[in-house]
């Protein structure tokens, strides 16, 4: 089976702008969760969806939102982009307990 | 909420020797899993362990849950284990995976 998938690997934006990330995960894994990465806070969970619905959240501001389609795939956007949300974006998927991890999105904000 | 610390947060190494990587955990768990992130950034599942011994290679990890730890084994060092490793839990019906600040490891040829 192929892994998850994220577009785009890389992207550069500049403070205000909004921001939309995409993941595909494994075939037949219906749950997608999503983390930030960054040095001073490492890796933090944003949300959480199961078949379309949002399970989990975490304490993050409602900049940051996201959504799952019926095919599983996720996106997640962020509005009005700030400096601190410069960082790495992951996404995994999973089946059951394990998750699975995409290449995640490196995102710079100027 | 439940913390996760692991120890050490920095190790270097000589290729071909062993180390022991450790994670604490201040709750219960019901799912415990190793990474480790390679240098483009993604993470490589390495184990899921909630309780328990399991081996793969020159890796194995441990998760005695009763005292709420988990090990993770490197034999023979080689230079391609550098990089992050982290442990990381859920606690209950969640996907949310609440990790540790890594240990960095870094094997010199």
């Known amino acids: 089976k192929a892994g998850v998938t994220q577009t785009p690997r890389y992207l550069i934006k500049t403070r205000g702008q909004q921001v939309t990330l995409s993941c595909s995960p494994i075939?037949?894994?219906?749950?997608v969760s999503w983390y930030q990465q960054t040095p001073g806070q490492g890796l933090q969970f944003l949300f959480e969806?199961?078949?379309?619905?949002?399970?989990n959240k975490g304490n993050f501001p409602g900049r940051f939102s996201g959504r799952q389609f019926s095919n599983s795939r996720s996106e997640m956007n962020v509005s009005t982009l700030e400096l601190g949300d410069s960082a790495l974006y992951l996404c995994?998927?999973?089946?059951?307990?394990?998750?699975?991890f995409g290449p995640g999105t490196r995102l710079l904000v100027l | 909420g439940i913390q996760v610390e692991q120890s050490p947060p920095d190790l270097i190494l000589q290729e071909g020797a062993n180390s022991t990587l450790r994670c604490n955990f201040s709750d219960s768990v019901n799912n415990l899993q190793w990474f480790h992130q390679n240098p483009w950034g993604q993470l490589i599942n390495l184990f899921y362990i909630p309780s328990g011994t399991k081996q793969n290679g020159r890796l194995s990890a441990t998760t005695v849950a009763t005292e709420r730890y988990s090990l993770l084994y490197i034999s023979s060092s080689q230079t391609t284990d550098s990089g992050v490793y982290f442990c990381a839990v859920t606690r209950g019906n969640t996907g949310k995976l609440i990790f540790g600040q890594g240990t960095t490891l870094q094997v010199k040829p």
């Open positions: 995994a998927s999973s089946f059951s307990e394990t998750q699975y």
């Open positions: 075939s037949g894994h219906r749950s």
């Open positions: 969806y199961f078949s379309e619905t949002q399970r």
